[in-house]
């Protein structure tokens, strides 16, 4: 089956830094991406669509200059929290979806948890 | 968007089967209903997804009602390993995103 990874898999940082979180598909070509954030015992939350050589679309009340989207392959979309605060640490999910060999179904990575002090 | 309705939560013996039920009497006529599943500090999972017919793969079965507002996901005998929340989504292939609800919690007893 479809693989996505991510990395770094946790990240510990202080308050006021930028953290990049990468989103690769490994055995497919993904032109879109999906970002997702998920606090404890809550469900997922789409944050943003990644297209691969466009702009990033974000969801209503997602500040796209805190969460900068990059999508510069087929392979890897990048998510970068800029100016990180303790309430911006959460689980970030990433997913990905082959329209040409797996129509309808999303691949999810393993998912990256971020702590900000 | 067409919304889902799902327990928030349900248990299991394991070895036993499990019925999960959701809920979608909005559902369109282009929508598939899919299964994800989350275990604990890990991504979702696909499970399943189906359009009209009953569907079976290796993880689960889908029992799909014959006006399409409801479904079952069915696993066959529990295990440990299935303890995890589980999602029913509608998804539409005009939009590629998934959303998520608020899903199920599956508990397995030994």
């Known amino acids: 089956g479809a693989v996505v990874s991510q990395h770094p898999s946790r990240v510990i940082c202080k308050s006021g830094t930028s953290v990049k979180i990468e989103c690769r598909s490994l055995?497919?070509?993904?032109?879109?991406m999906f970002w997702y954030r998920q606090f404890p015992k809550k469900s997922l939350m789409l944050m943003a669509t990644?297209?691969?050589?466009?702009?990033?679309?974000?969801e209503q009340g997602v500040e796209k200059d805190k969460f900068l989207i990059n999508h510069a392959s087929l392979t890897l979309s990048t998510l970068t929290v800029t100016s990180a605060h303790p309430e911006d640490s959460s689980f970030y999910i990433c997913?990905?979806?082959?329209?040409?060999?797996?129509?309808?179904?999303?691949?999810f990575g393993p998912g990256t948890r971020l702590t900000v002090l | 968007d067409a919304k889902t309705t799902q327990p928030n939560s349900m248990e299991s013996n394991e070895e036993e089967p499990v019925h999960l039920p959701c809920n979608h009497s909005?559902?369109?006529?282009?929508?598939?209903i899919h299964w994800y599943r989350q275990l604990p500090s890990q991504g979702p999972e696909y499970v399943i997804h189906?359009?009209?017919s009953n569907v079976n793969n290796r993880m689960a079965s889908l029992a799909i009602a014959e006006d399409r507002k409801s479904s079952t996901l069915i696993l066959h005998r529990a295990t440990l390993r299935d303890a995890a929340v589980y999602y029913c989504i509608l998804f539409s292939g005009s939009a590629r995103q998934l959303t998520f609800g608020s899903g199920t919690q599956l508990t397995v007893l030994p």
């Open positions: 189906g359009l009209t």
């Open positions: 055995d497919f070509q993904a032109t879109t």
């Open positions: 990644s297209n691969e050589g466009s702009k990033a679309t974000y």
């Open positions: 909005t559902i369109s006529g282009t929508d598939y």
């Open positions: 997913s990905a979806g082959d329209l040409k060999r797996f129509t309808d179904t999303q691949y």
